[in-house]
């Protein structure tokens, strides 16, 4: 909410003149823009000079500023007469270094021969660029819902125009004044940013003052991986992104309990370059913890905790030994009516022991544009596959299904898993087998992106509940049948057929049965 008060203009006497003698050399004498027959402007730190009526032989001329005495040229002392006037021999007064005080009315009193006097007036206006100030100025810090004031008070001749600049938009441009406030409720932040009032009078350059507002605010915490991936032996930095008005205090926890930090675990902080946008007024620091030589103790949950006096904000981060979730990649070869070649990539720090695949065939009654993205409700198959040996740490897996149905649809995820766990689930892929059936196009840009919104949807808590349970059954060595899916973010390739139908993956994320 912006409110705009002129207020009564405080007076700034800025008065110029200048004359010329033909009988006075004019070097160095400011040209005059006369207003009148008397009055004359001139700008700051001009010469002027100013006549006395010359048509009479004097006795004697005396000036007068303001009907107090100048110089009076029955004084013969040099040394009374102020700096910066000169007292000429035809009886014109010369004036130097014109400051705005200098403004005002002169008057020349001369005593002619015949012992009259004649008088004869002028007035100075000192023009002088403009000067603004505010109440309050610097950095102001106020949190949401706070109300304040800014008032201006400009000074130049001519009188400036006043306008409010907020983040380098005009806000009134048309307010003229030489006082002017703006009231001003903060209700977000993106209202961060510079305040300014500009006073102009087209003398000079404009003048700028005002205020830098920095909305207050509690922590905000982003975190640039939410999982890291690492092995024994190695070091693994954790990053967390914090933004906070007044500037928080952050600390790190593994488990809930607070870090202890030594030569191996250590943490320091980066103070991030703005990128220009208005939120960026406000300083983002990373925060790193680092670790070396990564022991069997250090994985688990950790937790960047941000907190100022408005609040406080937290983000957590996954230690882990585990593989990454696996990707299926493009088969480009011919595929059979009865078997489909599956092909997946994963990557794991430490060697892998097996995969867990889990495939179930969508019905064909639920086939059509409107039932193939809703979720099928049929019974996983649940194949345990043996890793082969792999030389670093990207593995390429070929597994070939076989007895399945012809011209059907099936869904297929898979696991894998290492000395540290199962990784979390690929992403639902979708194939289809060789046969005489119509399918419909459901690989549409748009239908695949409409799939991932569904699968956002799912119970978080429900998949991370089943994951749970799959790794702890690995940490018991019980052998059963597993059931267990998360939704994580993979690249899901897509599958071709060049039978009587195109294979078209479309990415859905289920919970396993």
């Known amino acids: 909410m912006l409110l705009f008060t002129t207020c009564p203009f405080i007076a700034v006497a800025v008065l110029f003149a200048v004359a010329s003698s033909d009988s006075i050399s004019s070097d160095n004498i400011a040209e005059i823009a006369v207003v009148d027959d008397r009055t004359r402007k001139v700008m700051e730190n001009d010469t002027v000079l100013l006549p006395c009526d010359n048509h009479y032989t004097f006795q004697y001329v005396r000036w007068y500023k303001e009907k107090q005495l100048l110089v009076d040229s029955r004084d013969s002392n040099e040394t009374l007469t102020p700096d910066g006037i000169r007292l000429w021999s035809n009886g014109s007064l010369q004036l130097s270094h014109l400051r705005p005080e200098d403004t005002g009315d002169y008057s020349c009193v001369l005593k002619t021969d015949n012992d009259t006097e004649v008088e004869k007036m002028h007035s100075i206006i000192v023009q002088y660029p403009p000067t603004v100030m505010t109440e309050p100025e610097g950095n102001i810090e106020l949190p949401i819902g706070a109300v304040f004031q800014v008032i201006c008070e400009a000074r130049g001749v001519p009188q400036p125009k006043l306008y409010w600049r907020w983040n380098g938009k005009l806000v009134d441009n048309q307010l003229v004044g030489n006082r002017l406030s703006i009231q001003i409720e903060v209700g977000s932040r993106e209202q961060s940013g510079p305040i300014e009032c500009v006073a102009n009078n087209s003398i000079g350059d404009i003048a700028v003052a005002g205020i830098f507002l920095k909305v207050q ?123 489909h070649i599956l092909v997946w990539q994963t990557e794991s720090l430490s060697p892998l022991m097996e995969f867990k695949l889990k495939f179930r065939q969508i019905p064909s009654a639920s086939m059509t544009p409107q039932t193939l993205d809703v979720e099928i409700k049929a019974d996983w198959t649940i194949l345990t596959i043996p890793s082969e040996l792999s030389a670093g740490p990207i593995h390429i897996t070929t597994y070939t299904l076989h007895g399945l149905q012809p011209a059907s649809v099936y869904e297929v995820v898979v696991f894998a898993r290492n000395h540290f766990g199962w990784s979390e689930s690929s992403k639902i892929v979708r194939f289809a087998t060789g046969g005489e059936v119509e399918l419909p196009n459901y690989s549409t840009e748009a239908e695949l992106y409409s799939n991932e919104e569904l699968s956002s949807m799912e119970n978080e808590e429900e998949k991370r509940e089943e994951l749970e349970e799959l790794n702890e059954i690995y940490d018991s060595n019980s052998v059963r049948s597993i059931s267990a899916s998360t939704a994580v973010n993979c690249f899901v390739g897509s599958l071709s057929l060049t039978t009587l139908i195109i294979l078209k993956e479309i990415v859905q994320c289920n919970v396993m049965k």
């Open 217 to 339: 605010f509690p922590p905000e915490v982003h975190v640039t991986q939410h999982v890291v991936y690492t092995k024994v032996g190695l070091r693994s930095d954790l990053e967390c992104l914090v933004e906070a008005v007044p500037g928080g205090t952050v600390n790190w926890f593994h488990h809930g309990v607070p870090m202890t930090y030594d030569w191996r675990i250590s943490r320091y902080e980066t103070e991030m370059q703005p990128n220009g946008s208005n939120l960026q007024f406000n300083t983002v620091i990373k925060h790193t913890l680092t670790i070396r030589s990564v022991r069997d103790s250090d994985l688990g949950l950790y937790e960047c905790r941000a907190e100022n006096r408005l609040g406080f904000k937290s983000a957590a981060i996954d230690l882990t030994g585990r593989p990454m979730p696996c990707v299926f990649k493009i088969n480009p070869g011919v595929q059979s009516s009865t078997s």
